[in-house]
Each structure stands twice: as C-alpha cells, then as structure tokens.
T-cell receptor
Framework: DAKTTQPTSMDCAEGRAANLPCNHSTISGNEYVYWYRQIHSQGPQYIIHGLKNNETNEMASLIITEDRKSSTLILPHATLRDTAVYYCIVRVTGSQGNLIFGKGTKLSVKP | DAGVIQSPRHEVTEMGQEVTLRCKPISGHDYLFWYRQTMMRGLELLIYFNNNVPIDDSGMPEDRFSAKMPNASFSTLKIQPSEPRDSAVYFC??????????FGPGTRLTVL
C-alpha cells in the first residue's frame, strides 16, 4: 500500500471549514483514499473514501487531485466535536491488504 | 444496531496473570479485526478473521497472544501470561467489506 504524508497538527475555528491535506504521490491506479478519525479515548471512525472522483457524504467531502497524488478532506462547518486525529490511508479496496494507520493529523477546533 | 461491543472497558491486572478481552461484532459482518494502540507504536493490526476463520495473524506479537472466534457473534483475545509491555488499548473492529471497518470503544489494559 502507498505511503501517505499528513501534517502533524492543524487548528480550525469553530464554524469554519477544516481542510485536511494528504499527500500520496506513490498511489497506484487501483488504490483508494480512505479517511478515518479518532476522537480522544474512542475507536477510529470511518469518514469517507474515494478513487478519483470527488466524494461527499453527511460527514465530509473528499477532493482528490486529477493526478491522484494528493487529496483534501473537508469538514464544511467544523464543531468542537470534530477535534480528533484524522488518518489518511491508501489501499486497494477489498484486497487482502490491511488498514495501515500512520500518525495522522491532530485537528483542534477552537471556539 | 448497537455497534461493536467490547468488554471489559478497563482491565487492570498483575504481571503473569491471564487476560481475556471480548468482542461482539456488528451483526451480519463477516470480518473481525483485533488492533492494539500504544503511544510508541500507534495503531497496529494484530489478527483478523473472515467467516470465523483466522486469515492473518502476522501482527500477533508472540505466542503469549491468542485469538479465537467460535461463532459469528463473538471473539476473544487472550494474553497468557501478561507482561507490563502489553499495556495498551485493544480495539476490535468488524466489517461487511474489508475496507470500511467499524471499531468498538476499546479495552484499556494495564498490566502492573
């Protein structure tokens, strides 16, 4: 599975959009981009995933660049409850590969 | 659905004792995963099952660790004997497909 690079930490004002970047320059054509987050003292939570088209669900939007070498997770109106560590993971969906969690980005939403 | 259920939520034991962690996956999910999380090593996959059969246990640290899944609704992770370095948060996750995993609340294990 391709390696990902994320900033260690980010701050965001409550009510503003939080844009979390992820670099995955070695991504293969059949690898998807997944986002999970982990709120303090809880288990990781699935957010969204995509291959090459932009994706949106009730939690967030995922923007993948045309060359697929990077992506951005967007939380449109961040709340204090969105404070968490956000993990960007690249893997072949349905494959025998496992989710490999890196260090992620610690997002702090401030009032 | 209640989600993935783990018990106990907290466990404190002494070195050398046997520890058993329990997990009930989401009904209908045919994949079950055990992870361990520490500050030093982050979140690591220990073992996963498909249809109650262990598929990959390469992440199990050593023979002191064992995991079973006797039926589709129950799994255990056992450590015998436990050591202080086993102190961590242990998560169970289940999935209907291997990519979207749903995690339980975790068991915080402290071995004194």
């Amino acid at each position: 599975d391709a390696k990902t690079t994320q900033p260690t930490s980010m701050d965001c004002a409550e009510g503003r959009a939080a844009n979390l970047p992820c670099n995955h320059s070695t991504i293969s054509g059949n690898e998807y981009v997944y986002w999970y987050r982990q709120i303090h003292s809880q288990g990781p939570q699935y957010i969204i995933h995509g291959l090459k088209n932009n994706e949106t669900n009730e939690m967030a939007s995922l923007i993948i660049t045309e060359d697929r070498k990077s992506s951005t997770l967007i939380l449109p109106h961040a709340t204090l409850r969105d404070t968490a560590v956000y993990y960007c993971i690249v893997r072949v969906t349905g494959s025998q590969g496992n989710l490999i969690f890196g260090k992620g980005t610690k997002l702090s939403v401030k009032p | 659905d209640a989600g993935v259920i783990q018990s106990p939520r907290h466990e404190v034991t002494e070195m050398g004792q046997e520890v058993t962690l329990r997990c009930k996956p989401i009904s209908g999910h045919d994949y079950l995963f055990w992870y361990r999380q520490t500050m030093m090593r982050g979140l690591e996959l220990l073992i996963y099952f498909n249809n109650n059969v262990p598929i990959d246990d390469s992440g199990m640290p050593e023979d002191r660790f064992s995991a079973k899944m006797p039926n589709a609704s129950f799994s255990t992770l056992k450590i015998q004997p436990s050591e202080p370095r086993d102190s961590a948060v242990y998560f169970c996750a289940s999935s209907a497909r291997r990519d979207t995993q749903y995690f339980g609340p975790g068991t915080r294990l402290t071995v004194l």
